[in-house]
């Protein structure tokens, strides 16, 4: 039986993109210049101003439609409890490995040192600090423990004959699991705007910090393919068009 793995990091990569400033320019500006507004996104630098301030525009009336002419697709590795999460965004398309066609790896997440273990506050506007020694070492210990005994219970009955979609529900939701995810810019505005914390956001926000981890390299990728789009979306107290 294999040795279980046990990790603190989430992966995110970005497969393709059809992701652009210029998309959202195009769509914007059909409606009053038609087939001409192909033709309308310079590199002069007045061009760019003009694109900016219509960008800025849109986003700050909330004129959101513009931005969705233009599509994601990230891999996301990370843990089951994140991707339960992440389906609440019925604003994405999603395909996760599956239990009943593949053998589930034995590989699990643990909250790593610099996880903040201790809630103060009220539900909808607390905080996290950080846990003492004696509590970190306890959830690393439990943590490890619970996922490596229930490995074993999986891989006793895989080997008893038991089907991999029976045998999975030993496993507890700290198990690592795989999936693509395609959104739209304006999509991922709004994941972004509830699933990271930010100082002078309009509508803060008190997201768990594993997908947290995933919205931030997310955002990371995204602003490097919209940079107006994602200025718009900062300056505009990072509400979703």
Request: aromatic fraction near 10%.
């Amino acid at each position: 039986m294999p040795e279980p793995v046990f990790r603190s990091d989430v992966v995110v990569e970005l497969v393709r993109s059809g992701a652009s400033d210029a998309d959202v320019l195009f769509a914007a500006r059909v409606s009053t210049k038609g087939e001409a507004s192909r033709d309308d996104v310079g590199a002069d630098e007045q061009a760019q101003q003009r694109s900016a301030g219509l960008v800025n525009y849109l986003m700050r009336d909330r004129h959101g439609s513009p931005f969705e002419h233009t599509s994601m697709t990230f891999y996301v590795q990370a843990p089951i409890f994140v991707f339960r999460e992440f389906m609440r965004h019925r604003i994405a398309s999603y395909n996760e490995e599956s239990g009943r066609y593949r053998e589930l790896r034995p590989v699990f997440y643990v909250p790593g040192p610099e996880r903040r273990l201790v809630q103060e506050g009220k539900p909808g506007a607390y905080r996290f600090t950080a846990g003492t020694p004696d509590q970190h070492a306890l959830v690393d210990a439990e943590v490890r423990a619970a996922s490596t005994r229930a490995y074993e219970a999986y891989r006793a009955m895989l080997d008893a004959g038991v089907a991999r979609e029976v045998a999975r529900v030993v496993l507890p939701v700290t198990t690592y699991s795989s999936m693509y995810v395609t959104m739209n810019a304006r999509a991922l505005m709004n994941f972004l705007s509830l699933r990271t914390q930010r100082e002078g956001s309009t509508f803060p926000s008190f997201p768990q910090r594993e997908i947290e981890m995933c919205a931030e390299a997310m955002e990371e990728v995204w602003k490097d393919l919209m940079p107006l789009t994602h200025a718009a979306f900062e300056r505009n107290g990072r509400v979703a068009p």
